[in-house]
């Protein structure tokens, strides 16, 4: 398996009400293990799921909102974020909490892995992989 | 060319299961190769044996069955979300001390790494799910 491939990790759904976030992110950090070349994207409610200030006490759910800011230490760093979603839900990159990454290229420099892209650039990010995988 | 195939929703609630059944038979008839079809999701309940839906309608469990006898296709069962869903193989009941098991014949139990695998070794990989 040294075949690298690009794969893409769609996430459409708001973090909670259903279970695709969670099991999304799951598969994500399994597959950090497989040294692929790993690219998130964030849409439509998706991008609900990298809003800072999540507090789940309420519907007893586990808030995973966190484990986003790890996803660097697993060599995660590309996270594209669709402005035509954020614009129709009335979200801004403000909006997002902060995830980084640090750069091995670039003497370890922290820099900010999440991206805001518009939606046709995210056409071409998705036309650009080898496997798409839809959440 | 060879398929992987990941089927993201749940039986007779969604046409997901049914779909890439008929794909899967279709691909096989016409010469490609199946390597493995993933269950995700809710997609991991059409791997209890204890689907017993109305005589009249389609047996999506058993279908998968046939299809994994006749055609040697590997289905594999995310096991985090086979367990959360009430479904264990028979070991994973003796380990978790549950006095049953309920995976299908057919079907076998194992990690999200056979996702990402499957992703690597095929030439296309497939979703059916919403």
Known sequence: MSEIKKFLYVNRKAPYGTIYALESLEVVLIGAAFDQDVSLAFLDDGVFQLTKGQNTDGIGIKNFSPTFRALGDYEVTKLFVEQESLDERGLTADDLQEVMYEDEDDDWAEKPSIRIVSRSEMADIMADQDVVLSF | ?130
């Open chain 2, 1 to 130: 060319m060879k398929f992987g195939i990941v089927i993201s929703e749940g039986p007779y609630t969604h046409q997901a299961a049914d779909t890439a059944y008929h794909f899967v038979k279709s691909a096989i008839a016409k010469g490609h190769e199946v390597a493995r079809v993933f269950f995700y999701h809710d997609g991991v309940n059409v791997s209890s044996r204890l689907t017993v839906p109305p005589q009249d309608e389609r047996h999506i469990q058993n279908n998968w069955t046939t299809l994994a006898k006749e055609h040697g296709v590997d289905l594999v069962v995310c096991i985090a979300a086979a367990q959360r869903r009430g479904l264990l193989d028979e070991n994973e009941a003796k380990r978790q001390g549950k006095d049953a098991s309920n995976i299908a014949e057919g079907f076998r139990i194992s990690g999200l790494g056979q996702l990402i695998e499957m992703g690597i070794q095929t030439d296309r990989l497939v979703t059916f799910g919403d």
